[in-house]
């Protein structure tokens, strides 16, 4: 598929496990984005990657949370000792990069993270 | 950082009519507004985008409308279907593509 791609699509964890969540952005893009979105509301931003280099991250809610994308394509969320306020969908978006004009962000599905 | 307000939260109009909703920014910095629709178990999907250097834009029965001097923007669909049935999120950007959505407006279109 030539879209984002994001796994796994549903994942239930324990309070205080660890989790992984994957994002495979679109072949060719530079930019890649991980939102938050809570049940009812908007995705809300997290973090921003050009290629390998995370320029912001801003968004992330704690030390807890911690993402990568080493060779400047496929990217992970990580957070530590989830808590029951992690619960929500994460989204993963990708852009192309354009000098000073902003691009249409293309999302996936997302992740549905469910902390019991 | 950038504030966006988007209204009603919720709309329902009978097949083949107007659906209109409405949506406020606050740094007038940004100047590119996407609208996305956001289907159940699906990511957001782009829709329609308008830069701030343009008032208006159409396609087909969507068309986004821009008012940098009010900080306004509008997103009207025509002849609405029931497959318009959704949640339509409009969002602000500025700099380098940080995204500020909105709270999202679900729209419920009646055959």
């Known amino acids: 598929g030539a879209g984002v791609s994001q796994s796994p699509r549903y994942k239930v964890a324990k309070r205080g496990q660890d989790v992984a969540l994957r994002c495979d952005p679109i072949s060719g893009h530079v930019s890649l984005f991980w939102y938050q979105q809570a049940l009812g509301q908007g995705p809300e931003f997290l973090t921003y990657?050009?290629?390998?280099?995370?320029?912001?991250k801003s968004g992330l809610p704690s030390d807890r949370f911690f993402a990568e994308r080493p060779e400047g394509s496929v990217s992970t969320l990580k957070i530590q000792r989830t808590q029951q306020e992690d619960s929500a969908v994460y989204l993963c978006a990708s852009s192309l990069l354009s000098q000073g004009n902003n691009q249409p962000q293309h999302f996936g599905d997302g992740t549905r993270l469910s902390i019991l | 950082g950038e504030n966006v307000e988007q209204h009603p939260s919720t709309l329902s109009v009978q097949e083949g009519d107007s659906a209109v909703i409405k949506c406020t920014y606050s740094?007038?910095?940004?100047?590119?507004f996407p609208w996305y629709k956001q289907e159940l178990g699906k990511g957001p999907q782009l829709i329609i985008d308008?830069?701030?250097?343009?008032g208006e834009k159409k396609d087909q029965r969507i068309a986004v409308t821009l008012n940098k001097t009010a900080k306004h923007f509008s997103l009207h669909i025509t002849e609405t279907q029931p497959e318009d049935s959704a949640v339509y999120f409009c969002?602000?950007?500025?700099?380098?593509?940080?995204?500020?959505f909105g709270t999202g407006t679900k729209l419920q279109v009646i055959p």
């Open positions: 969002a602000a950007t500025g700099g380098y593509q940080k995204v500020t």
């Open positions: 308008i830069r701030s250097n343009v």
């Open positions: 990657f050009q290629n390998e280099a995370q320029l912001d």
């Open positions: 740094d007038s910095a940004s100047n590119y």
